[in-house]
């Protein structure tokens, strides 16, 4: 059974900083492209970052040059260290999984993120 489990989401001040975390279960970890998203109320879910099995990493522009995402293959687990946070940064935000090879993606549940202003 696949489990994807994100932790390390709260409540911070604007400027402040989060370390979320994934931990993965049940698949192949390496052979994945793993990737966070989030979800603010009323809106779409979106792409954060993603880290790919070789290491290359993608972001979404609103985040570059705040957020880091990271894997540690022998942990089982990606990581996303989120710098200079922002209101809008306020989301759930969901780890997830995905080997286009195989046709597979999985989620986590999500751990809120919410930024004072």
């Known amino acids: 059974q696949v489990q994807l489990g994100e932790s390390g989401g709260g409540l911070v001040q604007a400027g402040g900083s989060l370390r979320l975390s994934c931990a993965a279960s049940?698949?192949?970890?390496?052979?994945?492209?793993m990737g966070w998203y989030r979800q603010a109320p009323g809106k779409q879910r979106e792409l954060v970052a993603t880290?790919?099995?070789?290491?290359?990493?993608n972001y979404a522009d609103s985040v570059k040059g705040r957020f880091t995402v990271s894997r540690d293959n022998a942990q089982n687990t990606v990581y996303l260290q989120m710098n200079s946070l922002k209101p809008e940064d306020t989301a759930v935000y969901y780890c997830?999984?995905?080997?286009?090879?195989?046709?597979?993606?999985?989620w986590g549940q999500g751990t809120q993120v919410t930024v004072s202003s």
């Open positions: 049940g698949i192949i970890f390496s052979a994945y492209t």
């Open positions: 880290i790919t099995t070789s290491g290359s990493t």
């Open positions: 997830n999984a995905e080997r286009k090879q195989i046709g597979a993606t999985y």
